[in-house]
């Protein structure tokens, strides 16, 4: 069965440093990963997807995620935090061989001035 | 371009009574589809998703169920809502490689 982790509920830093909001994941075949970010009363906003290829992945606003497959993680990462960036942050995962799509808890990111 | 389209933004209902929410796609066509909840402002529950019309998979049981009448549309009801009901509905569709999301609709239970 899929299954998502997020060990943290949530992850402080302080602005103009490096951030890393954690994902390690579980599927029974080759993942598609994915980081979704979320503002208060809104949807889910599309940042990044890994689907094949080059295990650094490049998404919006700055952010960056590295594939690990032999740690089974996805770990979303930015060198230096916005006070914008602040906001609530979902990695999901999708096996290639399934339709549906499972979520992680979800990160919340502050990043104080 | 594939836009999706959720409503209502809002609802407050009294306990006891049916739900209706709905979601519709432009712009593809024969998408997955899937209804998730959000309480308390954290994590995502799938409930429910689709790989065609008239077919609906169940992820959690509960109060809920979804239907499919066509292509681009998914409706999530209720006969009677619970007041653990309240949440927040959010819509997604996806291709082969990720899932698009709309807005989302704020229940309460009242």
């Known amino acids: 069965a899929q299954s998502v982790a997020q060990p943290e509920d949530q992850v402080n830093v302080a602005e103009g440093n490096p951030l890393t909001v954690k994902c390690t994941y579980s599927v029974s075949g080759n993942p598609y990963l994915f980081w979704y970010v979320q503002y208060p009363n809104r949807g889910l906003q599309f940042l990044l997807k890994y689907i094949t290829g080059d295990n650094l992945v490049k998404g919006s606003y700055g952010f960056e995620a590295e594939f690990n497959k032999s740690q089974t993680s996805f770990h979303l990462k930015k060198p230096s935090a916005l006070v914008s960036d602040s906001a609530l942050y979902f990695c999901a995962v999708r096996d290639i061989l399934a339709s549906k799509i499972i979520f992680g808890s979800g990160t919340r990111l502050s990043i104080r001035p | 371009s594939q836009t999706i389209h959720q409503w209502p933004a809002t609802l407050v209902q009294p306990v006891g009574s049916p739900l209706s929410l709905e979601c519709t796609v432009e712009?593809?066509?024969?998408?997955?589809l899937y209804w998730y909840r959000q309480a308390a402002g954290r994590g995502l529950q799938l409930l429910f998703y689709s790989v065609g019309i008239g077919q609906i998979s169940s992820e959690v049981p509960q109060n809920l169920s979804a239907s499919r009448p066509q292509d681009r549309q998914f409706i999530l009801s209720s006969k009677k809502l619970l007041l653990s009901d309240s949440g927040f509905y959010l819509c997604?569709?996806?291709?082969?490689?990720?899932?698009?999301f709309g807005q989302g609709t704020r229940l309460t239970v009242v």
């Open positions: 997604a569709w996806g291709d082969r490689q990720e899932a698009f």
């Open positions: 712009g593809t066509s024969n998408p997955n």
